[in-house]
């Protein structure tokens, strides 16, 4: 069957509706994600034996998969919670969205079956932020948090976040599982693409190449020496005069993110979040040790292991970052505004001066390219790009060099940069050639979709389901209703 280019991105965007969900729904409270007890099944393994409508009023089950239920309530609750979260259901109905929230408790469940880790410190991690950012909505109010989502105390919202939070992570993790070792060969790709009508080809938008040189204004030794000598003596108080670790993170600490908790982190050996440098002085230590001062693209940092439990690592630190000097400011930009007159006099290319003088080492010997953190490659579409970096080139002609920019790094430092527009390509229809990469990612896709499908069919007819009377009208995609 000839492939029509808005049915796939409909498909697209249907089956990975759920992954906006599982992000979403997180911030969820509803019961939906618990497991059912053991009176619960009870009552939904009997659904065929009573009268549906009454039973719904007395344990409101809409429906059961495997060791999970959907409550009738959930779904206009689902739908309210999206829309609360910032997310969007247009186009959704409520058919659709049941059968989302049933492929989620799919998943759930034969990730438990198939024994794939959650940790707990991940989750825990997810409902503090979840909890911050709901926290911004009401203006620092637990109180309204709490009367909003209709819970007594921050204990039980905590908990049952847990729950939900944990269920949400199953589904992502069997999700991934099902599709981690699935690739695509050339020839699926060009079959791929020649299965499309011309003219129902996508049409890919305007796409920038951009290049950029950093000059980074210079720390003295002097100041560095001296942040390294203060956590030598933080250092000293806490081993030799019984000081604690944490109350010196919350008095002194720069790190935004942890002072306010006596910079308390958990590390997972299997999860590399933390900087590299961070990372091997934290899993060198042994409990109770404090390190010596060592340096990070954030500063400087003592660091002390708390506790190991398996592959999680309680630590705390302290980041001291250097200060800047005014003298080094003025230096770094005077230094880029020379280098900027040198390539408008043709002096010399922006490739060439990026690797000459740039500080940014992730470009520099690359000519100042910068690489796409979405798509990994050099092409920025234009309607997508970061909102900065379109500012501060959305005036630029091909080749032409910016002025020397100022910004603050994520130390809180200033630094100065300016960029060139290196290539352009104008909105067009899909090339093969010229847009192959673009092509193989929605190849891919598509396998993936596929593989998703049938793995859902095949566990649908394993896993024990329970549709209410009520919902059985619905048009699903899937075949819930076993036929």
Not at 47 to 67: I, L, Q, Y
Not at 231 to 250: C, M, P, T, Y
Request: with cysteine; aromatic share 8%; hydrophobic share 35%.
């Amino acid at each position: 069957m000839p492939l029509k280019t808005n049915n796939l991105k409909f498909t697209i965007n249907l089956k990975h509706v759920l992954a906006l969900f599982v992000v979403l729904i997180t911030a969820s409270t509803t019961n939906a994600q618990e497991i059912i007890e053991d009176e619960v099944k009870e009552v939904a393994k009997k659904v065929d034996s009573v009268d549906t409508s009454n039973a719904r009023k007395v344990d409101g089950v809409a429906a059961v998969v495997g060791d999970f239920i959907v409550l009738e309530s959930d779904i206009q609750k689902e739908r309210d919670q999206v829309k609360a979260s910032g997310g969007s259901l247009e186009g959704v109905d409520d058919c659709q969205l049941f059968g989302l929230m049933l492929e989620r408790k799919l998943y759930a469940h034969h990730a438990i079956q198939d024994s794939i880790p959650v940790s707990d410190a991940e989750i825990r991690k997810n409902v503090d932020y979840q909890i911050q950012q709901f926290l911004q909505q009401t203006k620092g109010s637990m109180e309204r948090l709490l009367e909003f989502y209709n819970k007594d105390d921050e204990q039980s919202f905590r908990e049952e976040m847990f729950e939900i939070n944990k269920s949400n992570l199953l589904a992502q993790r069997m999700q991934a599982k099902i599709v981690e070792e699935i690739e695509i060969t050339p020839e699926e790709v060009r079959a791929f693409y020649n299965k499309i009508p011309e003219d129902e080809r996508p049409t890919f938008g305007t796409e920038l190449k951009v290049a950029q040189i950093v000059a980074d204004p210079k720390v003295s030794e002097e100041e560095n020496q001296k942040i390294i000598d203060r956590l030598k003596q933080f250092k000293a108080d806490i081993i030799e005069r019984g000081a604690s670790f944490r109350s010196k993170a919350v008095l002194y600490s720069q790190d935004p993110g942890s002072a306010s908790k006596g910079g308390k982190y958990t590390l997972n050996r299997k999860q590399p979040r933390m900087v590299k440098e961070f990372r091997q002085v934290a899993f060198a230590l042994q409990e109770g040790e404090v390190s010596e001062p060592f340096k990070s693209d954030f500063g400087y940092h003592i660091v002390t292991l708390e506790k190991i439990r398996g592959q999680e690592y309680d630590v705390a630190h302290i980041l001291l970052t250097p200060k800047v000097s005014s003298e080094a400011v003025q230096e770094a930009k005077d230094r880029l505004e020379n280098v900027r007159k040198r390539i408008v006099d043709g002096d010399i290319s922006f490739a060439d001066a990026a690797k000459e003088v740039s500080d940014e080492k992730e470009t520099k010997n690359d000519g100042g390219q910068l690489i796409n953190p979405t798509t990994q490659d050099y092409n920025f579409e234009l309607t997508r790009m970061d909102p900065e970096l379109y500012a501060q080139i959305q005036n630029l002609k091909d080749e032409e060099v910016s002025l020397v920019l100022s910004e603050q790094d994520r130390t809180g430092n200033v630094k100065f940069k300016i960029l060139m527009v290196t290539d352009r390509i104008d909105e067009h229809k899909a090339d093969y050639a010229r847009d192959y990469l673009k092509i193989k990612d929605l190849a891919l896709e598509e396998k993936k979709i596929r593989a998703i499908e049938k793995w859902q069919d095949e566990k649908i007819l394993d896993t024990y389901i329970k549709i209410s009377k009520e919902h059985k009208a619905c048009d699903f995609s899937g075949n819930w209703l076993k036929k």
